[in-house]
Nanobody
Framework: VQLQASGGGLVQAGDSLRLSCAASGRTFSSLGMGWFRQTPGKEREFVGGISRSGSSSGYADSVKERFAMSRDDSRNTVYLQMNSLKPEDTALYYC???????????????????WGKGTLVTVSS
């Protein structure tokens, strides 16, 4: 599976961005997907996840009510809509795919087999 994340950029606090992650190489509908972020000197942290069916999703407390994931299996793409951005959201954002048979998403990055290159989100105050 190859994952390509895009959509990052420089925005001001309060603005919105939508990240995209396009997948290829495997039936996308079988994959549980996650978004993670990382800043220098810190561990990669879970942002959000969505099951392969799209019926289940979850978010870190720090982004709940502001971020939302969706998936479009016809485009092999998962999205992360980020609203009301804050300077502390500044990070390199990664998408990841889990090939576990249950099709769920996970908070633990070790449960994801494939990772895309990150896309940088910078939020200025």
């Amino acid at each position: 599976v190859q994952l390509q994340a895009s959509g990052g950029g420089l925005v001001q606090a309060g603005d919105s961005l939508r990240l995209s992650c396009a997948a290829s190489g495997r039936t996308f509908s079988s994959l549980g997907m996650g978004w993670f972020r990382q800043t220098p000197g810190k561990e990669r942290e879970f942002v959000g996840g969505i099951s392969r069916s799209g019926s289940s999703s979850g978010y870190a407390d720090s982004v709940k009510e502001r971020f939302a994931m969706s998936r479009d299996d016809s485009r092999n793409t998962v999205y992360l809509q980020m609203n009301s951005l804050k300077p502390e959201d500044t990070a390199l954002y990664y998408c990841a795919a889990s090939t576990r048979g249950d099709g769920l998403y996970y908070l633990d990055p070790a449960r994801y087999r494939y990772w895309g290159k990150g896309t940088l989100v910078t939020v200025s105050s």
